[in-house]
Nanobody, 112 residues
């Protein structure tokens, strides 16, 4: 069982990135998925989640209206579209699947 995040990078304030998380060896379509992030010197925090059928999504208040979580159950993949990025969004982003070890994450740096 493994999950691999990708899509991070360096972007200017106001820019966009799309993160991707592919999960293997896991019955992806049965479970809700979520994204979390950890900024330097801070604890890992919840960012967004999506139900197994994508019927509902939840977001932490300070990303609402800027980030969108989605999933493709046929591809065992969950996405995080991040728009209007701010320097405070700088962090390592991780996706989470119940019972699956955390992956390496993908670094997002927002800076001019």
């Amino acid at each position: 069982v493994q999950l691999v995040e990708s899509g991070g990078g360096l972007v200017q304030p106001g820019g966009s990135l799309r993160l991707t998380c592919v999960v293997s060896g896991f019955t992806f379509s049965r479970y809700a998925m979520s994204w979390h992030r950890q900024a330097p010197g801070k604890e890992r925090e919840f960012v967004a989640s999506i139900t197994s059928t994508a019927a509902r999504a939840n977001y932490v208040d300070y990303v609402k209206g800027r980030f969108t979580i989605s999933r493709d159950n046929a591809k065992n993949t969950v996405y995080l579209q991040m728009n209007n990025l701010e320097p405070e969004d700088t962090a390592v982003y991780y996706c989470y699947a119940p019972g699956v070890p955390w992956g390496q994450g993908t670094q997002v740096t927002v800076s001019s």
